[in-house]
Nanobody, 122 residues
Framework: QVQLVESGGGLAQAGGSLRLSCAAS????????MGWFRQAPGKDREFVAR????????AYADSVKGRFTISRDNAQNTVYLQMNSLKPEDTAVYYC???????????????WGQGTQVTVSS
């Protein structure tokens, strides 16, 4: 069982930055690939970024590539999403997810956090 708690959301201006954190419980954090997803009002939840358990491989949605960076600190059981050059279309609730498989975390997780709101004003 893994419990995930996101934090760091809030209001930012276009062009600004935010850093999201996702803290995980349990002693097996490094055995899970982690992903970030987001859901805007009236839209389906979409993949944003993912990272392997060891942190050596990452992948991003085209819409955020070059602006967002996913990373993790296994000693702190935490995964991060650094979001730079924010755009109003980045406004959404952001969720982290855990999956034993790096391939499968692309579509979802076995465990999900409760989400954190990110709002970008123009």
């Amino acid at each position: 069982q893994v419990q995930l708690v996101e934090s760091g959301g809030g209001l930012a201006q276009a062009g600004g930055s935010l850093r999201l954190s996702c803290a995980a419980s349990g002693r097996t954090f490094k055995s899970y690939a982690m992903g970030w997803f987001r859901q805007a009002p009236g839209k389906d939840r979409e993949f944003v970024a993912r990272i392997t358990g060891g942190g050596g491989v990452t992948a991003y949605a085209d819409s955020v590539k070059g602006r967002f960076t996913i990373s993790r600190d296994n000693a702190q059981n935490t995964v991060y999403l650094q979001m730079n050059s924010l755009k109003p279309e980045d406004t959404a609730v952001y969720y982290c997810a855990a999956n034993p498989s790096f391939e499968r975390v692309r579509v979802g997780g076995d465990y999900w956090g409760q989400g954190t709101q990110v709002t970008v004003s123009s």
